[in-house]
């Protein structure tokens, strides 16, 4: 996907946290909708805006977390997610359910990155909604089994976009795009352009 350029501004978040976010607000847009992918690593966010059955790519991003104490990290989280709200002030937010890892430790700090970026979305009164990773690649891929490059390429054709997101940024954007449509699958995704084989759109 073609980086878009960063201005700064009052509402622009740093530029060592919070990467390729672009403000660019759609006037005639009925319910904005943050997707978050969290991780200690990297946090996914992804915004559209919903009308009707018709998606609008907002932008799209990472948030890059440094290593550090536990708690600062989570800091980078809560204050990088806050500058993207504070910008693109969405209405809605959706994030995937944590699943549990085969390491406990690895589900337990995934869990402290998702509950950051939940407390994120409850500060400024938005409702949260959550689904499994299967529900989220059911209703982009049509198959709750897909792999992540087929999730990206995926977001990158329903959006209508001209390159494919990064891994956690598409991630997020499956997040908003299953939010959108009630979770329902595909049967709920305008998919007039598209074929269906195999329950996937080709």
């Known amino acids: 996907m073609t980086s878009t350029s960063h201005r700064r501004s009052r509402a622009s978040p740093p530029a060592s946290s919070v990467s390729r976010l672009s403000p660019l607000a ?9 997707g978050i992918d969290p991780g200690l690593r990297i946090t996914g966010f ?5 009308s009707g059955q018709k998606l609008t790519y907002v932008t799209s991003g990472c948030i890059k977390v440094p290593n550090g ?4 990290r989570l800091k980078t989280i809560l204050d990088g997610l806050t500058e993207v ?3 693109c002030k ?12 085969a390491n406990p430790q690895t589900t337990l700090l995934l869990g402290q990155a998702r509950g950051t970026a939940i407390c994120a ?5 938005l409702p949260v909604a959550e689904y499994t990773a299967l529900q989220v690649k059911q209703a982009v891929v049509g198959n709750g089994h897909a792999k992540k490059e087929q999730v990206q390429e995926m977001v990158r054709r329903l959006l209508r976009l001209a390159g494919a997101p990064s891994p956690d940024a598409a991630d997020a954007l499956a997040c908003a795009i299953c939010h959108a449509h009630g979770g329902q699958g595909m049967g709920g995704l305008a998919t007039t352009g ?3 084989r195999r329950g996937r759109l080709v």
Request: proline content about 5%; aromatic content about 4%; cysteine-free.
């Open 26 to 34: 759609s006037p005639n847009s009925r319910t904005r909708i943050l």
């Open 46 to 50: 992804g915004v559209l805006d919903k």
């Open 69 to 72: 104490e536990l708690s600062a």
């Open 85 to 87: 709200i504070a910008t």
């Open 90 to 101: 969405p209405e809605q937010v959706a994030l995937e359910k944590v699943f549990v890892n």
């Open 121 to 125: 979305a409850v500060i400024h009164n």
């Open 194 to 196: 598209y074929r269906m």
